[in-house]
């Protein structure tokens, strides 16, 4: 991923703090925890995920 190389370590944060919301999803799911708690979850991991597509777009566009 050539487009990456520029801000390689701040994207590599990005990536690995979107892991870490996906395990509190999961833990959330393992431990049987408030539906709206779990959305609540679920739609901060679907942001994250949206914003770190944005701006790979984005430095793509510009490569």
């Known amino acids: 991923m050539a487009h990456v ?3 390689k370590d701040k994207i590599v944060a990005r ?3 979107i892991a870490g919301q996906v395990a509190a999803v999961e833990r959330s799911v393992l431990t ?3 539906c ?3 959305l609540h979850l679920v739609a901060a991991v679907r942001g994250a995920v949206a914003g770190l597509m944005d701006e790979l777009v984005e430095d793509h566009l510009h490569a």
């Open 36 to 38: 709206a708690d779990t």
């Open 15 to 17: 990536v690995r703090r």
């Open 5 to 7: 190389t520029t801000n």
């Open 32 to 34: 049987d925890a408030e």
